[in-house]
T-cell receptor
Framework: SAVISQKPSRDICQRGTSLTIQCQVDSQVTMMFWYRQQPGQSLTLIATANQGSEATYESGFVIDKFPISRPNLTFSTLTVSNMSPEDSSIYLC?????????????FGAGSRLTVL | RKEVEQDPGPFNVPEGATVAFNCTYS??????FFWYRQDCRKEPKLLMS???SGNEDGRFTAQLNRASQYISLLIRDSKLSDSATYLC????????????FGKGTHLIIQP
């Protein structure tokens, strides 16, 4: 299955600052997904990162707050902008595919963000 | 009604026992169903897909009940290492970008 490297693994940030999370995959993938998992909550899809086009955002998430880059088929970044304590969460990137087939996701280890 | 609902637990189960929990979904048009396992402070990992005919993988059995709109996960002969949070995931439309996760059921296997 795909191996996903995500960094930083954790960070503590000040209110009002921005943080960029990087996600590197060891194989070329068409779509990469960015999720958020807040304490005690389910995984929530933020956006789908497509190479060569703008990311597709889910309801409740906007590009100004969560800009995404997808410069090639193996890499993506998610920026959490102008952070507030409510942004404290685990952010996970994921890709679809092998070994278990279509619609199955493999996740990165996640980036645990704490905003003071 | 939330799209995907799970009993958060925790389920405290003695080692060796059988445990089962369900996950209900609201969209009758849902097509694909999965169980993921998430260990504490780790990322979710696929445990098994859930097929219409049900499927079994060792001590784990997953079943789909379309009429009542739920999927189930049964764990036999539970091990201490089965302690984790079990997330169900449902695709209601589209592909993987249509995955909706439940909040998870926390399982604790006690020695």
């Amino acid at each position: 299955s795909a191996v996903i490297s995500q960094k930083p693994s954790r960070d503590i940030c000040q209110r009002g600052t921005s943080l960029t999370i990087q996600c590197q995959v060891d194989s070329q993938v068409t779509m990469m997904f960015w999720y958020r998992q807040q304490p005690g909550q389910s995984l929530t899809l933020i956006a789908t990162a497509n190479q060569g086009s703008e990311a597709t955002y889910e309801s409740g998430f906007v590009i100004d707050k969560f800009p995404i880059s997808r410069p090639n088929l193996t890499f993506s970044t998610l920026t959490v902008s102008n952070m507030s304590p409510e942004d404290s969460s685990i952010y996970l990137c994921s890709v679809e595919g092998t070994p278990s087939g279509a619609n199955v996701l493999t996740f990165g280890a996640g980036s645990r963000l704490t905003v003071l | 009604r939330k799209e995907v609902e799970q009993d958060p637990g925790p389920f405290n189960v003695p080692e060796g026992a059988t445990v089962a929990f369900n996950c209900t979904y609201s969209n009758s048009a849902s097509q694909s169903f999965f169980w993921y396992r998430q260990d504490c402070r780790k990322e979710p990992k696929l445990l098994m897909s859930v097929y219409s005919s049900g499927n079994e993988d060792g001590r784990f059995t997953a079943q789909l009940n379309r009429a009542s709109q739920y999927i189930s996960l049964l764990i036999r002969d539970s091990k201490l290492s089965d302690s984790a949070t079990y997330l169900c995931a449902v695709i209601s439309g589209g592909g993987a970008d249509g995955l909706t996760f439940g909040k998870g059921t926390h399982l604790i296997i006690q020695p």
